[in-house]
Nanobody
Framework: QVQLVESGGGSVQAGGSLRLSCATSPLYIYNACMGWFRQAPGKEREGVAAVDGGGSATYADSVKGRFTASRDYAKRTLYLQMNSLKPEDTAMYYC??????????????????WGQGTQVTVSS
């Protein structure tokens, strides 16, 4: 059974940092597009970052320059390093994997596996 398990969330003050991890099991991620999403209360889910099979990442404008997404193929894990956190970054963060696009991450790619989420709370 496919599982995505996020970890690393927590509560920090504005300006602080957190590193999220997403461990995949038992999937290999060489040919997968992997993404980070977030959803704040009362708001729609939004894409934060996506990392293609070659390791190239794209980011939402709201996090560019502050967040860095990466993947470790051997550990089958996706990471999200979040620096200079702002209160508006407060949300539940989810990772997702797509095997439907040959490892590319085109806009609107469909993700077929999702994690349960990890909460990030940033106080001012």
């Amino acid at each position: 059974q496919v599982q995505l398990v996020e970890s690393g969330g927590g509560s920090v003050q504005a300006g602080g940092s957190l590193r999220l991890s997403c461990a995949t099991s038992p999937l290999y991620i060489y040919n997968a597009c992997m993404g980070w999403f977030r959803q704040a209360p009362g708001k729609e889910r939004e894409g934060v970052a996506a990392v293609d099979g070659g390791g190239s990442a794209t980011y939402a404008d709201s996090v560019k320059g502050r967040f860095t997404a990466s993947r470790d193929y051997a550990k089958r894990t996706l990471y999200l390093q979040m620096n200079s956190l702002k209160p508006e970054d407060t949300a539940m963060y989810y990772c997702a994997v797509s095997y439907l696009s040959g490892g590319y991450c085109p806009v609107g790619v469909e993700y077929n596996y999702w994690g349960q989420g990890t909460q990030v709370t940033v106080s001012s």
